[in-house]
Structure formats: structure tokens, C-alpha cells
């Protein structure tokens, strides 16, 4: 049984679907950096290879749709090794925590629960029409990134 279910994928290329799976993405991530920010010293990525200019493209649209299609052969392989939605959910959000945690490891911890929306995202969403998986994962995924891509643009 699916606990996202109130996620249909047969809505997953509407702005609903969309804008339901971002709010479940980012505001418990949002929430839980604010707590750990007070306890201890939190270590921020940094992005200073990439200019200015190419700052919020590189964040909002190009990392992420390159994050996704990385994720389609992830979430295939994983669905090979054991055709289970947590397994497969799990597996894949762990190792995107682990792939952001080599420049920032707590940018690792705080990555985890979005992937687990984006993962199932994808998850259900090939089973049904692979173009709107892609699309609708890459969408929560670059709106995810989006207000953090304008505080660094802003320096906050």
C-alpha cells in the first residue's frame, strides 16, 4: 500500500498534483533545517564554480533534469533488485542523500525527504505514462530548488 496515495498519478501532470507533492517536499525539509539550524551549526552547500548568471538555470532547471533522468535507470534498477514501492523509494532517496552529502553532509540528511516524494514520484508515475513521471518529478524537483536558488542569488 502506497502512504501517498492521496498523490493520484493520474493527476500528477496537474498544477494540484504538482503543487501538493512541492508543499510535501519542501516545507517539512524547510521545517526540519530551521529546528537543526538552532541546535547546531549547519553547513551550507556552496555554489561558487557556478556564476551568478547561471546560478537559479543551474539549480532550478538543469540540476534537476538531469537529477531526473538519472533517477529513471536508479528507480528501474532498484524495481529489478526487489519490485517493492518502499524498497524501491527508500533506496533511491538514500542514495541521492548519500551522491549530496559528499559536498555537504548535512545537506545529505536534509535532501532524504524530498527525495522520497520525488522517488515515489517517479515510482508510480512510470508504471502509468513515463512522460508525465519525468515531467512531474522534474516540476516538484525544480520547485523545491527554486526558493533556495533565490536566497544564495540574494546571499541570505
Known sequence: MNPFTFLRFSDCFSLVYITKAFAL????????????????RVEEPTFDHIGPELLLPSLVIIGPMIETLIMWPIIFILEK??????????????????????????????????????SS????????????????????????????????????
Open 81 to 118: 533488485i526487489r519490485n517493492n514501492y518502499f524498497f524501491v523509494v527508500i533506496t533511491s532517496a538514500l542514495l541521492w542523500a548519500a551522491f549530496h552529502s559528499l559536498q555537504t553532509p548535512t545537506w545529505g540528511f536534509f535532501i532524504f525527504w524530498p527525495f522520497i516524494i520525488f
Open 25 to 40: 517536499s519542501y516545507l517539512p525539509t524547510l521545517f526540519l533545517s530551521l529546528i537543526v539550524a538552532v541546535i547546531v
Open 121 to 156: 514520484t517517479m515510482y508510480i508515475g512510470r508504471k502509468t505514462d513515463k512522460s508525465k513521471a519525468l515531467f512531474a518529478t522534474c516540476a516538484i524537483h525544480a520547485l523545491h530548488n527554486f526558493p533556495s536558488a533565490l536566497a544564495l542569488m540574494v546571499d541570505v
